[in-house]
C-alpha cells in the first residue's frame, strides 16, 4: 500500500540551527510529494512540493529532494527562526483521492 | 478570500447524540475530503467526493456519513457519536486542474469532543 514514515519528534532545536526533518514512502506507481507545515490552531498549509525524481521543492529557505532511489524526501532548512516553531507533515499522492499523511514531526526552536 | 470555511469549530457531544460539520469552499474545486487528526497518528482520510452527489468512503469511513448537495459544500455526520470519535476534523478541497500534481487546501479544523 500507499505510505509514508517520518521522524517521530518532538524536535527541539536552537535558533539558527541545522533542521533536518526525515521522511520516507511507500507508493505504487509515481507519486507527488509534498511537506505541509501546521501553526498552532490552524489547519495545515503546504510549505513545498515535488512531482517527479529529482525535482527540489523550496519554499521560505526549506528544501527537500524527490529521490526515487532512497524513497526519500526528507526537509532541511539552514537556519531555523522562532517562528517555524509548528508541526510539519510530510505527504504523498498516487491518485486524486489518496492523499497519504506522515504522522507529523513537531518543532519547537528556542531563542 | 475565505478558502475553506469549517462549522463549528468546537463541539462537545455526549454519547448517542449527532450532529453535523459542514465544510464550504469558494474555489470551485471538484474534489473534497474530511479527514481525522489524531496524536501520532497523522490525517486520516474518512470520506472524499469527487463531485457534486458522488461521495465514496476513505480509510476509516465507519460511524460517519457524508452529503455533497452542492458543489462548494460537504457535510460529514455523526449519527450516533461514540468516545473513539473524539477528534480534531479537518475538510479540504482540491481542483480538478493538476491532478496529483495539486495540493489540498484545508480548513482550520473543528474539535469535536465525544463524552
Known amino acids: 500500500g500507499n505510505s509514508v514514515t517520518q521522524m517521530e519528534g518532538p524536535v527541539t532545536l536552537s535558533e539558527e540551527a541545522f533542521l533536518t526533518i526525515n521522511c520516507t514512502y511507500t507508493a505504487t506507481g509515481y507519486p507527488s510529494l509534498f511537506w505541509y507545515v501546521q501553526y498552532p490552531g490552524e489547519g495545515l498549509q503546504l510549505l513545498l512540493k515535488a512531482t517527479k525524481a529529482d525535482d527540489k521543492g523550496s519554499n521560505k529557505g526549506f528544501e527537500a529532494t524527490y529521490r526515487k532511489e532512497t524513497t526519500s524526501f526528507h526537509l532541511e532548512k539552514g537556519s531555523v527562526q522562532v517562528s517555524d516553531s509548528a508541526v510539519y507533515f510530510c505527504a504523498l499522492r498516487v491518485n486524486n483521492n489518496d492523499m497519504r499523511f506522515g504522522a507529523g514531526t513537531r518543532l519547537t526552536v528556542k531563542p | 478570500n475565505a478558502g475553506v470555511t469549517q462549522t463549528p469549530k468546537f463541539r462537545v457531544l455526549k454519547t448517542g447524540q449527532s450532529m453535523t460539520l459542514l465544510c464550504a469552499q469558494d474555489m470551485n474545486h471538484e474534489y473534497m475530503y474530511w479527514y481525522r487528526q489524531d496524536p501520532g497518528m497523522g490525517l486520516r482520510l474518512i470520506h472524499y467526493?469527487?463531485?457534486?452527489?458522488?461521495?465514496a468512503k476513505g480509510e476509516v469511513p465507519d460511524g460517519y456519513n457524508v452529503s455533497r448537495l452542492k458543489k462548494q459544500n460537504f457535510l460529514l455526520g455523526l449519527e450516533s457519536a461514540a468516545p473513539s470519535q473524539t477528534s480534531v476534523y479537518f475538510c479540504a478541497s482540491s481542483g480538478l486542474a493538476g491532478s496529483i500534481t495539486g495540493e489540498l487546501f484545508f480548513g482550520e479544523g473543528s474539535r469535536l469532543t465525544v463524552l
Open positions: 467526493s469527487v463531485g457534486e452527489g458522488t461521495t
